[in-house]
């Protein structure tokens, strides 16, 4: 029987475990990469385990999330993992030089290669035949030291293509097709592989497209084969030598299948506040655009900017739309500066941003009450863009730039001729503000502000917990409403005790206060709890607070990970209906917990306030119960070490 692609290399990688779907497998992680908002706790946490240097191949460190430097503590950070970048055998990417993801692929990508990254649309390394995947930055330290990542031996989805896209359609629209069919939950537990005769129509860039916005599905990760259009990039970078051809066998079987004709897609958007909230354009009829803006790890790339530069090329941009464009990278950006497209995209008064994640962390443009901004990135959460009444549609850069225009969200077939965009032979090559780590390691003082505060660790678990449920909240909680991001939060990601503060606080903002108060507590939730990013702040801030269990509908993959390593149980309703019979700040009673988790997949819960009794189950392997017992990973990898 054939293999697909996704298996044959993970088999290749597999450290530990058996490929049978659902089973946990550990697989040998080849390159790692972290950003700064992530990025800062990881290393934290790699010199808490007190390895010399990285054990990967190749490691990066890259700075694009936290770059507006409004006080002393971003600046500090990035110096902070410059330093221990430099100490530890980790190439430092500089801010400036670009988004992680898009960065890795121009940069180092290697096809067949695994890659684990401490943001969760690492998978944009997919487009280059990688198996990449989005974890907790102590996951990523685990794996910088040499350990395997663990995961549930996902099920592989055939997304076949067959077809063509048509002219103003683009890979967009592709991966809001595939959003609309499957829902944000529809990749949990799958790995997407993409298949047919239209893939071929598809560039690097375009690819990474498609499986950048697969960690949208929750999926673990989406991937293309390698084949000759990945020569063609690869060469383009100057990089053919990284170059190996990597296909299914012709026979290949799938868990799944869906298949999508390109030729019959059109123009998409997705409506807030909801990724897979998908409707045509034409459907929506021409709303009013106040903001647009072009960029992000899913549409910054060179293909992408030079589209959008030929459509405003000789035009204005319509007096009622501020327009922001972010490149991806600092090659886009020297490209584009070099061959004119910026000049163009300046004269029609575009507000030109750095090569950063900017807007799409809610780092500055944040847009007006009440307005409609269209933008080319992958999450449009309620109060994501810093407005929290802001309408936020995600849309290709061909319907924002449309929008830019005419002021309204139409249909950009109405614009008339679409222009014609190349990969370039030959991309232009500087990777000055990457820096090697030093040779001699002795020669390096790790420097440290006032702003990096050790990692918090958790207590082991006791034999009971008797808490209350400090909070109680609803379906598709993401990892934004739990810890959010911003100007004013984003800087304390390296000092736990200060970024606590605000868990919760835009859904409710007495929490912080009441779950010190509580010492112990429980969270109840719905479905999808922790879809989104892959913080492990949204598991380390409420573990600070107290915060002992979360019992939901179901959770995300990379939080409930999250979670477990942080030493807070993850259980689930046995019976959904349980979720109604709970109220806020009840006080719920788990006796003899260790010992209960070590027998059994289920165990009874006592609602004290009501009287009454429900079950929650917890599917978990052997060592993550080990790991909770001890009240973490780094609690666990340390008793380890001393065994
Ligand atoms: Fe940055 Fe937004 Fe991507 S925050 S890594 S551009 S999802």
């Known amino acids: 029987m054939g293999q697909n692609l996704a298996r044959k290399i993970l088999n290749e990688h597999l450290m530990e475990g058996e490929m049978t779907v659902g089973k946990e497998i550990g697989i040998r992680i080849d390159q790692t990469l972290t950003q700064d908002a992530t990025g800062t706790m990881a290393y934290l946490q790699f010199e808490a385990m007190g390895l010399p240097k990285v054990m990967t191949d190749l490691s990066v460190s890259y700075v694009d999330h936290n770059t507006l430097q409004t006080g002393f503590e971003n600046a500090d950070d990035h110096r902070y993992l410059q330093t221990v970048a430099s100490k530890h055998g980790v190439y430092f990417?500089?801010?400036?030089?670009?988004?992680?993801?898009?960065?890795?692929?121009?940069?180092?990508?290697?096809?067949?290669?695994?890659?684990?990254?401490?943001?969760?649309?690492?998978?944009?390394?997919?487009?280059?035949?990688?198996?990449?995947?989005?974890?907790?930055?102590?996951?990523?330290?685990?794996?910088?030291?040499?350990?395997?990542?663990?995961?549930?031996?996902?099920?592989?989805?055939?997304?076949?293509?067959?077809?063509?896209?048509?002219?103003?359609?683009?890979?967009?629209?592709?991966?809001?097709?595939?959003?609309?069919?499957?829902?944000?939950?529809?990749?949990?537990?799958?790995?997407?592989?993409?298949?047919?005769?239209?893939?071929?129509?598809?560039t690097v860039p375009e690819r990474a497209i498609i499986t950048n916005m697969g960690a949208e599905l929750g999926a673990t990760t989406s991937l293309f084969p390698s084949d000759e259009i990945t020569l063609e990039f690869l060469k383009a970078q100057n990089r053919a030598q990284d170059w190996v051809e990597l296909l299914p066998d012709a026979d290949a079987t799938y868990d799944e299948e869906i298949e999508i004709n390109l030729s019959e897609l059109v123009p998409m958007t997705a409506k807030p506040h909801m990724p897979d909230n998908v409707d045509t354009i034409k459907n929506i009829g021409p709303i009013t655009v106040n903001q647009v803006a072009i960029g992000s790890c899913t549409n910054g790339s060179y293909m992408d900017l030079m589209r959008v530069a030929a459509i405003l090329k000789g035009k204005n941009v319509h007096p009622d739309v501020s327009l922001v464009v972010a490149p991806g990278s600092k090659q886009v950006f020297e490209m584009i500066a070099a061959n004119g497209a910026l000049a163009d995209l300046i004269k029609a008064g575009?507000?030109?941003?750095?090569?950063?994640?900017?807007?799409?962390?809610?780092?500055?443009?944040?847009?007006?009450?009440?307005?409609?901004?269209?933008?080319?990135?992958?999450?449009?959460?309620?109060?994501?863009?810093?407005?929290?009444?802001?309408?936020?549609?995600?849309?290709?850069?061909?319907?924002?730039?449309?929008?830019?225009?005419?002021?309204?969200?139409?249909?950009?077939?109405?614009?008339?001729?679409?222009?014609?965009?190349?990969?370039?032979?030959?991309?232009?090559?500087?990777?000055?503000?990457?820096?090697?780590?030093?040779?001699?390691?002795?020669?390096?003082?790790?420097?440290?502000?006032?702003?990096?505060?050790?990692?918090?660790?958790?207590?082991?678990?006791?034999?009971?917990?008797?808490?209350?449920?400090?909070?109680?909240?609803?379906?598709?909680?993401?990892?934004?409403?739990?810890?959010?991001?911003?100007?004013?939060?984003?800087?304390?990601?390296?000092?736990?005790?200060?970024i606590s503060e605000y868990v919760y606080c835009q859904v409710d903002e007495t929490y912080p206060s009441r779950a010190k108060a509580a010492g112990m507590s429980f969270i109840v939730g719905g479905h999808n709890y922790g879809q989104g990013s892959s913080r492990e702040h949204a598991a380390l801030a409420p573990m600070y607070l107290g915060v002992k269990a979360v019992i939901t509908k179901s959770f995300a993959r990379i939080h409930k990970a999250n979670l477990v390593n942080f030493g807070i149980v993850p259980f689930t309703f046995k019976n959904e209906a349980d979720y109604e019979t709970i109220d806020q700040m009840d006080e719920l009673?788990?006796?003899?917990?260790?010992?209960?988790?070590?027998?059994?997949?289920?165990?009874?819960?006592?609602?004290?306030?009501?009287?009454?009794?429900?079950?929650?189950?917890?599917?978990?392997?052997?060592?993550?119960?080990?790991?909770?017992?001890?009240?973490?990973?780094?609690?666990?990898?340390?008793?380890?070490?001393?065994?």
């Open 93 to 202: 990417s500089r801010p400036g030089n670009g988004i992680s993801h898009q960065v890795h692929v121009e940069r180092f990508g290697i096809p067949g290669k695994t890659l684990l990254g401490s943001d969760s649309h690492t998978p944009t390394g997919g487009g280059i035949g990688m198996i990449a995947i989005g974890a907790g930055g102590l996951d990523v330290a685990v794996a910088m030291g040499g350990g395997a990542f663990f995961t549930p031996m996902p099920k592989i989805l055939n997304v076949k293509l067959t077809g063509k896209l048509q002219p103003w359609v683009s890979a967009k629209d592709v991966i809001l097709e595939v959003l609309r069919r499957l829902s944000v939950k529809g990749g949990v537990g799958r790995i997407l592989e993409y298949t047919g005769e239209g893939i071929k129509s598809l």
């Open 350 to 498: 575009a507000r030109i941003l750095e090569a950063a994640c900017g807007p799409c962390i809610g780092m500055g443009q944040a847009p007006q009450t009440d307005a409609v901004s269209v933008r080319t990135f992958n999450r449009n959460f309620e109060g994501r863009s810093g407005t929290k009444s802001a309408q936020i549609y995600l849309a290709s850069p061909e319907v924002a730039a449309a929008a830019a225009l005419t002021g309204k969200l139409i249909d950009p077939r109405e614009l008339g001729d679409y222009p014609i965009v190349t990969i370039p032979p030959e991309f232009i090559i500087d990777d000055s503000m990457v820096l090697a780590p030093a040779v001699d390691s002795s020669t390096v003082e790790v420097l440290r502000g006032p702003n990096i505060k050790p990692v918090p660790l958790n207590d082991a678990m006791p034999e009971t917990i008797a808490a209350a449920v400090v909070l109680k909240v609803e379906d598709n909680i993401t990892t934004d409403h739990i810890m959010p991001a911003g100007a004013k939060i984003l800087p304390l990601r390296s000092n736990i005790p200060a």
């Open 589 to 643: 009673e788990i006796p003899n917990i260790r010992e209960q988790m070590q027998n059994g997949t289920e165990i009874t819960v006592k609602n004290v306030t009501k009287g009454t009794e429900f079950t929650v189950e917890y599917d978990l392997s052997e060592r993550q119960i080990s790991i909770l017992l001890a009240g973490g990973q780094l609690n666990y990898t340390k008793m380890q070490a001393e065994a």
